[in-house]
């Protein structure tokens, strides 16, 4: 990146975002596949947006885990748990319904064409600026909230590519 880069469009900032995935969690993952088709924006444009939604969802996904330590009684803490299991599987069932969608009209399923995971240095980068304690936090918060969906009957499914949480907060 550098100056030469065009600029990225307001409604791909990190605070645009941010005030888009409050409205429903669900909004973050539609605007990032329709981001990764538009052919408006060039490799690197597409490349910030991404780095600017993985931003986005990891504040969205700590504010959680403030919310949850914070928490002062056991029904308190269940509570913000619920919230979240609650919200985890409503998104499931819209994407389901988006994935029969698209297969109804013959869209390959996947990434969008245009998708590019992030390089391996930017892994690293990421990786190497998480704070420990934040990330023993959130591991603490999956793993309770992985105990209160088994309690519940609900199976959450495991770590994806991302690690915990799926790869929510990248």
Known sequence: SGAASPRLPNELSVEALRAQAK???????EKMRDTMRREDLTEEQRRQ???NMREAGREMMQERVVEYFA????????????????????????????REEHEKDQEPPGPPPNFQPPSQEERKARSESRCADEMAQMTAYFSAMQTRAAERGIKMPGPGPGGPGGGFGG
């Open 71 to 98: 928490a002062q009684t056991q029904d308190e803490k269940n509570a913000a748990l619920d919230k979240q299991i609650d919200e985890l599987a409503r998104m499931r069932k819209e994407f389901e319904e988006r």
């Open 23 to 29: 409205e429903g969690p669900g909004t973050m993952f």
């Open 49 to 51: 947006a991404g780095r």
